[in-house]
């Protein structure tokens, strides 16, 4: 069965250091998504991408990155970790049209000491 | 900017209780409008809505779109304590020829045995 999975899924993290999170689909869904989720806030777009070297960034990217090399996969990296970036990390795919809503991950809880 | 918000923020009921849960949006070139069920993981699809009143009933959850109005709710009749959850409020709109989801912060309800 297709699925998303995200790894891993919990991670202890210290301040300054580089730290990727992976997210793989085999819905061969053309787009891709990463939220955070902190209470009081909601589910907030970080970085999408609609195909294979497109990226986007979102409503709070500072701090991240992703990078698209193939279909399967969004890799998003958080290039110095700080403990404002303590949250838990959903990835989400959708079709093209996006019409039929997202297909999320288990998410990734990340813990920045 | 796109913007979805939802009231209330929490609810407390009793088991047998109905609660309506709201949710307004403003965003530009609107698609459809998703509720999410969020218990310990991922958010999992309730309802997609793209036409106004035509409510869509799944057991004790119906919704409802109003597209002049600008808003939904989500109705939950006969609550059980395996109702307790975050329920998102999403909002599709497109940007070009792709799509993009902004969620509300959510409504935390607990239901009580």
């Known amino acids: 069965d297709a699925e998303i999975t995200q790894s891993p899924r919990h991670k202890i993290t210290e301040t300054g250091r580089q730290v990727t999170l992976a997210c793989h689909q085999t819905w061969n869904h053309n787009n891709m998504f990463w939220y955070r989720q902190d209470l009081g806030h909601g589910l907030r777009l970080i970085h999408y991408?609609?195909?294979?070297?497109?990226?986007n960034k979102g409503e709070v990217s500072d701090g991240y990155s992703v990078s698209r090399s193939n279909t399967e996969d969004l890799p998003l990296t958080l290039e110095s970790a700080a403990s404002s970036q303590t949250s838990v990390y959903f990835c989400?795919?959708?079709?093209?049209?996006?019409?039929?809503?997202?297909?999320f991950g288990s998410g990734t809880r990340l813990t920045v000491v | 900017e796109d913007k979805v918000v939802q009231s209330p923020l929490s609810l407390v009921v009793h088991e047998g209780d109905t609660v309506t849960l709201n949710c307004s949006y403003e965003?530009?070139?609107?698609?459809?409008l998703l509720w999410y069920k969020q218990e310990k993981k991922a958010p999992t699809f309730l309802f997609m809505l793209t036409s106004s009143g035509i409510e869509k009933k799944s057991g004790r959850l119906s919704s409802i779109l109003d597209k002049k109005e600008l808003f939904s709710i989500l109705n939950i009749t006969a609550t059980q304590t395996g109702d307790s959850a975050i329920y998102l409020c999403a909002v599709m709109a497109s940007g070009g020829s792709n799509y993009k989801l902004t969620f509300g912060k959510g409504t935390l309800l607990t239901v009580n045995p």
């Open positions: 991408s609609y195909g294979v070297h497109d990226t």
């Open positions: 965003v530009t070139n609107f698609r459809s």
């Open positions: 989400a795919s959708s079709k093209w049209t996006g019409l039929y809503g997202y297909t």
